[in-house]
């Protein structure tokens, strides 16, 4: 029988973190900006949520991406992400999301040495870097052998249920010295499915668009303005319920 994996979510806010808390989430990674795969939130966001998530007792973990796009970063870029990740840590959150790709596309282990040495002793996850380099196993070893506690992926894929037999695979290849988690599109319909692959974790957003029509452009979004995703509690609930939990 499939053991039931632990419940992450991604949110943006305390009311994310309150809606993980009430669905029994063990862990939030708190991030900003879902809707251009994540970037490293505010600190007046991070202290308000880690303070919701004490009431829960959900633990925070802070994604460190210092802009969208691709994982090869210039000095600068890491020289931000390192001084994030120790703020972070320093304002109480129990772990980071980071991750680095060389010029190669493969893991720059260097760079995400300098930012698991940031953390000092909180606990350090790679995140879905690992689906953009040419061998997923590779990374994954990388991974382990840098010390990482936990990958999130996709298994190569676009949506998780998509890959779910290079989930399978990684999962048979950590063999219990890091754990897989996996992520992107995790719903109600495809959760049991990916646990089912034997990942210790899922991920999942359960975000809905809050549409703003302003009239006026106020960037380059499609509509002018531009929208923001929130945590829906019915679809996190939804999740939970699928699980059988």
Do not use: C, N, W
């Not at 053991?3 to 989430?25: F, K, Y």
């Not at 668009?209 to 929130?230: C, F, I, K, P």
């Amino acid at each position: 029988m499939t053991r039931t994996p632990v419940l992450e979510m991604a949110v943006q806010d305390p009311a994310g973190v309150r809606i993980a808390g009430e669905v029994g989430a063990a862990r939030v990674e708190l991030t900003a900006a879902l809707a251009l795969g994540g970037l490293t939130p505010s600190p007046a966001t991070l202290e308000l949520s880690i303070d919701e998530a004490r009431r829960f007792g959900v633990e925070v973990h802070v994604l460190i991406r210092p802009r969208p796009g691709g994982f090869h970063y210039t000095d600068d870029e890491l020289a931000v992400a390192e001084r994030d990740v120790r703020r972070a840590v320093e304002a109480g959150a129990h772990g980071v999301v980071v991750g680095a790709l060389g010029a190669d596309g493969r893991l720059d282990g260097d760079a995400v040495a300098r930012l698991r040495d940031a953390a000092g002793a909180a606990s350090v996850t790679l995140h879905r870097a690992i689906d953009m380099t040419p061998d997923l196993l590779v990374t994954l070893a990388t991974a382990r052998d840098l010390g990482l506690r936990r990958v999130l992926t996709s298994g190569g894929a676009s949506a998780a249920i998509d890959g779910l037999d290079t989930l399978r695979a990684l999962v048979d290849a950590a063999d219990g010295a890091i754990e897989v988690m996996a992520g992107s599109g995790v719903d109600a319909a495809s959760a049991v499915a990916l646990a089912d692959t034997g990942v210790d974790a899922l991920h999942f957003s359960a975000k809905r668009t809050v549409a703003a029509d302003g009239g006026v452009r106020l960037g380059s979004a499609s509509d002018g303005v531009g929208g923001h995703e929130v945590t829906d509690r019915d679809a996190a609930f939804a999740v939970r319920t699928a699980l059988g939990l």
